[in-house]
């Protein structure tokens, strides 16, 4: 990562963990009534759904739904990668960047 971080100049500090952060905002904005669903998708056991005695009843694991949501998640990506959503800031990456 820090060979990639120098070779594109990014001047955040910027890591592999972001993606999650970027995963989460993104869904949680276009979905915010499945917050529950979204924390199990990156493995988080919070929210309202999971805490106090609701968390020691509600052991779904929303599998159908975190399915849906990282179809949801991965057809966006393609999108952004194969040029189809301008609007996305990307840095494309070519084989032997790093």
Request: proline fraction near 2%; hydrophobic fraction near 40%; glycine fraction near 6%.
């Given at each position: 990562?820090?060979?990639?971080?120098?070779?594109?100049?990014?001047e955040?500090?910027?890591?592999i963990?972001?993606?999650?952060?970027?995963?989460?905002?993104?869904?949680?904005?276009?979905?915010?009534?499945?917050?529950?669903?979204i924390?199990?998708?990156?493995?988080?056991?919070?929210?309202d759904?999971k805490?106090?005695?609701?968390?020691?009843?509600?052991?779904?694991?929303?599998?159908?739904?975190?399915?849906?949501?990282?179809?949801?998640?991965?057809?966006?990506?393609?999108?952004?990668?194969?040029?189809?959503?301008?609007?996305y800031n990307?840095?494309?990456l070519?084989?032997?960047?790093?």
């Open positions: 990562m820090d060979r990639l971080r120098a070779r594109l100049k990014f955040q500090h910027w890591k963990h972001h993606l999650r952060k970027t995963f989460s905002t993104h869904l949680n904005e276009r979905h915010p009534d499945q917050t529950a669903v924390e199990a998708c990156i493995n988080h056991v919070s929210g759904a805490q106090g005695v609701a968390g020691t009843y509600n052991l779904a694991s929303y599998w159908k739904q975190r399915v849906d949501l990282m179809n949801e998640w991965a057809d966006l990506v393609d999108a952004v990668a194969s040029g189809q959503l301008p609007e990307v840095v494309q070519h084989a032997g960047v790093v």
